[in-house]
């Protein structure tokens, strides 16, 4: 499903949600590995980069540390220093990933809530990363499946809010409708690689009018 890019309206849901390389100044507990040492000026900024463009690119169980330190131009040594293994790693790279809940669509003003809930299949990626890691991690108790399922929790939830919003009769039902409807585009774009979220918004349309009572549905109006 989503994948986020670099900022604004149009960007993309599987791109590295931003983050600040160097540090300034004496050393803070965030400049800390889990060992307490200091970290190398950047390392672990590229170590993550490195992380989720070779998760994305190639998977999860497919990318090795010998080729994430090469990547990412550090020793395992300073890897090590700032990460305590790779599930560790993993679990980082999803908790950056859209942190705010695709805030380009859920907290646009110039959107009435129909609007919103409809936007949500115009931002979109090959396939969804916490359903990848999902896919290729088994143990539901392993971190990034539950940053996963937290996370999927978390965006039907603003789906749920928004579906209310807009005079939805159930908008926990529509909420969790839209949530699967939209995992279930990514899933089937990525495995015939094609384009299912066109098709899954014309269902999106008549989901959210049959669940919005005209009588309820609050008046479109723009500037």
Known sequence: MLNVASGGAGRKLCTPVGTQVGYAGRVTELEKGPRGLRRGRGARERIVSASQQLFRD?????????????????????????????DELIAECLRRFDPDILPEVFDRTDLTPRE???????????????????????????????????????????????????????????????????????????????????????????????????AAAPVEQHP
Not at 60 to 78: F, H, P, W, Y
Not at 135 to 142: F, K, N, Q, R, Y
Request: proline letters at 5%; a neutral charge; one cysteine or more.
């Open 116 to 214: 919103r809930l409809l936007a949500t299949f115009d931002v979109h990626a090959p396939l969804c990363p916490f359903i990848a890691a999902a896919v290729e991690i088994p143990d539901p108790g392993h971190p990034a499946r539950v940053q996963a399922r937290d996370y999927k929790k978390a965006f039907a939830a603003r789906l749920t809010d928004t579906a209310r919003e807009a005079g939805a009769t159930n908008p926990e039902q529509l909420g969790e409708q839209l949530a699967l409807l939209l995992d279930g585009a990514s899933a089937r774009s990525r495995v015939l690689n094609t384009d299912a979220f066109t098709t899954a918004a014309a269902i999106a349309a008549v989901l959210v009018d049959n669940a919005i009572p005209t």
């Open 58 to 86: 190639q998977g999860i169980n497919c990318t090795g540390m010998d080729q994430l330190c090469a990547v990412a131009e550090v020793s395992k040594r300073t890897l090590y220093q700032h990460f305590t293994g790779k």
